[in-house]
């Protein structure tokens, strides 16, 4: 049983943590998204301010359209960092602890076996070289290894078994709040491209290209 469960945990463990690697990556580049987003904000305001009143005017609801999408990627920043990121941490820490408790019940296994020996030793010998309660001394740490082994391996299941619904709960917790953020986001970027539509069909090109 240990064997399949400390091979699942560490693929577990190894994918929750590239997953985590992989979106913080993401994360990082919205950030230097708005690094240079900044740089045509300006760059749009300059121009529009050189240019006829129409095409300054599109230009110019251009210019905000950058100027809300650097504002919301941010935010979705802070939203993914606390709503998605933070989750996937807390269940990595949680899978640490079932693998540091798998490893106790492992170590009671391997008592467990190592008293069953020592009793299967002393029932081996001779009775003229065995200790005074020897027999019994090894049942009695047999018994209590046994005891210890079965305790152990009850916490392991139930602390799985916990593990697993939280893994879930969590997982879908996550992917809804991904779903939330870029909806949002996207959103609020449609809503201010379709004002700059209007202004752009608004350019009054025949009107303003003459001398």
């Known amino acids: 049983m240990f064997k399949k469960l400390t091979d699942a945990l560490g693929i577990t463990s190894n994918k929750i943590s590239e997953l985590i690697k992989e979106s913080n990556q993401y994360i990082n580049a ?15 305001k300059g121009y529009a301010e050189t240019e006829t009143p129409s095409l300054g005017q599109a230009i110019g609801s251009l ?10 990627s941010l935010e ?21 602890k079932l693998q540091a408790e798998q490893k106790e019940s492992q170590k009671a296994e391997k008592e467990l076996e190592k008293a069953e020996k020592h009793l299967s030793k ?15 001394n090894a049942e009695a740490e047999l018994k209590t290894a046994k005891e210890k082994a079965m305790r152990e391996e009850d916490d392991v299941k139930a602390a799985t ?13 996550i992917i809804k709040n991904m779903v939330d953020i870029e ?13 700059v539509k209007t202004k752009a069909e608004a350019i009054k090109v025949e009107e303003e290209s003459k001398i």
């Open 30 to 44: 919205v950030e230097n998204v708005t690094k240079e987003i900044k740089k045509t904000v300006a760059a749009l």
């Open 63 to 72: 210019a905000s359209t950058f100027e809300i999408i650097d504002k919301e």
């Open 76 to 96: 979705k920043v802070k939203r993914l960092q606390e709503e998605y990121i933070a989750p996937l941490n807390e269940l990595l820490i949680s899978l640490e």
């Open 161 to 173: 078994e916990e593990f697993n619904k939280t893994k879930l709960e969590t997982m879908q917790k």
């Open 183 to 195: 909806t949002v986001f996207h959103k609020k970027i449609l809503d201010s491209v379709a004002t």
């Open 122 to 136: 002393a029932k081996s010998k001779p009775k003229e070289k065995l200790k005074p309660n020897e027999i019994q």
